[in-house]
């Protein structure tokens, strides 16, 4: 898949003065009726149902697309159907398809097909976020979401009452204040905002009524709420690098080591590696893991190097092939932020703590999240402003549990007990690697792919199990606390 780069973007024209009562003239920014912090999967899919609802959105991105993000690129049914929903083109070059996983442990291999169920397709894909973002956000632009480009927000604007009414943010521009993305042509154009010319680098009010935070793992909006991590929530590990593989890069399946070891022959990782094929010569590597109970964190460089020197000298994952440097980012599991809406702002994607602790996946949750809570602000922003309003918006992080609660108690119970001490190894024993029945039950249960109602006894027997779990209760927000965000008069 050739890299792009992003076309040069005009200078903006000068655009009307404005300001705020009380405040210096070139601070005014741009209003809105909701503003998505984040324009990865989680705030472009926000961004995108808003705006496909008739909402005044604006999308804050502090880099400028294309960016690299670090993630394995594999995408599952369950992420497939969501950017189906988004009416994404996936047949579009650069997209690559796989017919399900291979699963390695030991001298096991075996070749699991995605299931063909009446609610997902049956097959994933392979994409790499080096433009799978940009392809996000320009559907959202497409449709009327206003992109914002190089801002970084730095902090929410609350009112007397503690309600967050907007953010505060940043451009990298050294002498332009920002102005939204737009389609032309011939690609992006740059149009002048409302906002006024202002010295290099001056932060900006954008205001609304709703702030959507899908800023990452950092949660910087979050945490300035005092939304804290729950510390009984694990917080896995990823690493990933590009490797040039023409034998590897064609495969049809997504495949996945669960034997892997501590460097130095130590215990076995409380994670998995993956091969993932991106179709143009190359692959994604990479390793996920859980802090071990007994030995801590791993050297995921290290643990990297010690399984690719087993692969095959053909398949070319060495040095002298790598693309890129070791990239590794934190993943936040199990909705390990809570509660999920406060005082007028929503988390969603990684935000939240919405990766799935069965597998490490984020991206399917956060097209999910996304769509989710631009459907919970187009109702809420439907209703006058007060508590019918907020009744809605409180109706978020109840639908969220509803959806993955007990999968993700499940998960969180699973990775505490087993993952987290043994990996996967203890669990792909000979037994159930030779079990096709038991495989197709696991491999529905790691990547939550199951319709409703049950078509067939995996089915039957996975909704039953999951029935069974007490339903976790949404967090409650903390109380108020002074000096959150920066109070407007």
């Known amino acids: ?268 990782l409380p994670g998995y590696g993956w091969i993932f094929p991106m179709g143009d010569g190359r692959v994604n590597v990479g390793l996920g893991a859980l802090p071990h109970r007994r030995h801590g964190k791993a050297d995921l460089r290290a643990t990297l190097d010690q399984w690719l020197a087993r692969t095959p000298e053909e398949w070319g994952l060495r040095e002298e092939n790598a693309q890129g440097p070791v990239r590794s980012a934190a993943l936040p599991l199990g909705f390990n932020r809570h509660p999920l809406y406060a005082r007028g702002l929503l988390l969603v994607g990684d935000s939240g703590g919405m990766v799935s602790p069965w597998n490490g996946e984020g991206i399917a949750q956060a097209l999910e999240a996304g769509e989710v809570a631009a459907e919970t602000a187009a109702l809420a922003l439907a209703r006058p402003e007060g508590p019918r309003r907020e009744q809605v918006l409180r109706g978020y992080p109840v639908e969220m549990h509803h959806r993955w609660g007990r999968h993700y108690r499940l998960g969180n119970a699973a990775a505490d007990v087993i993952f987290s001490r043994s990996g996967f190894q203890p669990v792909l024993n000979r037994y159930v690697m030779s079990s096709p029945l038991l495989l197709n039950t696991l491999a529905r249960l790691l990547t939550d792919l199951t319709d409703k109602p049950s078509r067939d006894v995996i089915d039957h027997v996975l909704n039953t199990a999951f029935r069974v779990v007490p339903a976790p209760k949404p967090g409650r927000a903390p109380g108020r606390r002074l000096g959150l965000g920066r109070a407007v008069r």
């Open 1 to 268: 898949m050739r890299e792009l780069s992003p076309e040069p973007e005009p200078a903006a024209e000068p655009a009307a003065a404005g300001g705020h009562a009380g405040e210096p003239v070139g601070r005014a920014g741009e209003d809105a009726q909701v503003i998505v912090v984040g324009a990865g999967p989680a705030g472009s899919s926000a961004a995108y149902h808003l705006a496909r609802a008739g909402v005044d959105v604006i999308l804050l991105e502090k880099a400028r697309f294309p960016r690299e993000k670090v993630c394995g690129d594999g995408l599952t049914p369950r992420a497939v159907h969501r950017l189906i929903r988004m009416g994404v083109d996936i047949s579009a070059p650069g997209w690559v398809r796989s017919r399900g996983m291979r699963w390695v442990a030991g001298e096991h291999r075996v070749h699991i097909d995605w299931p063909a169920l009446g609610r997902y397709p049956d097959f994933g894909l392979s994409r790499s976020r080096h433009d799978f973002d940009d392809i996000l956000a320009r559907h959202a632009v497409a449709v009327g979401a206003r992109l914002f480009s190089g801002w970084k927000a730095e902090a929410p604007l609350t009112d007397r009452a503690g309600r967050v009414i907007g953010v505060t943010a940043r451009s990298d521009s050294p002498d332009v204040p920002g102005s939204p993305d737009a389609p032309g042509p011939s690609g992006p154009r740059t149009q002048t905002g409302t906002g006024a010319r202002t010295p290099a680098r001056t932060p900006a009010d954008f205001r609304a009524p709703v702030v959507i935070a899908a800023d990452g793992a950092s949660a910087r909006l979050a945490l300035a709420l005092g939304l804290e991590r729950d510390p009984r929530r694990q917080i896995a590990t990823a690493a990933r690098r590009y490797y040039r593989s023409p034998e590897r890069s064609q495969e049809e399946y997504l495949e996945l080591w669960a034997d892997l070891r501590f460097p130095g022959h130590g215990p076995y």
